[in-house]
């Protein structure tokens, strides 16, 4: 069993930063990945990393504000988040995708989730 736990959310002003991590147990390969909900929303994907960290992605929305980074020997994921505006206020999930080196951006292409972190952003 794998098991995702989120960190680091919290209220911040627009503008301001945080930094969101993601510890997993496990010791098999796995590409991670970041996903947010809004209230009445669906679940989007925000950036995703593959095993080795060489390849990245973003959603156009958080292009040039948000960072994904990994730590694989501490198994932790990062996402740095600057910049942020009201609309990036959400739930934040982390996942991970088991026995799967390359990053991915599609919900169903994860098998594990975190629980979520609540990141808040005031105007």
């Known amino acids: 069993q794998v098991q995702l736990v989120e960190s680091g959310g919290g209220l911040v002003q627009a503008g301001g930063s945080l930094r969101l991590s993601c510890a997993a147990s496990g010791n098999t390969a796995h590409a991670m990945g970041w996903f947010r909900q809004a209230p009445g929303k669906e679940r989007e994907f925000v950036a995703a990393?593959?095993?080795?960290?060489?390849?990245?992605y973003y959603a156009d929305s958080v292009k040039g504000r948000f960072t994904i980074s990994r730590d694989n020997a501490k198994n932790t994921v990062y996402l740095q988040m600057s910049s942020l505006k009201p609309e990036d206020m959400a739930v934040y999930y982390c996942?991970?995708?088991?026995?799967?080196?390359?990053?991915?951006?599609?919900?169903?292409?994860?098998?594990?989730w975190g629980q979520g972190t609540q990141v808040t952003v005031s105007s």
């Open positions: 996942a991970l995708r088991f026995n799967g080196v390359h990053a991915v951006l599609r919900v169903r292409d994860y098998d594990y």
């Open positions: 990393i593959s095993w080795n960290g060489g390849t990245t």
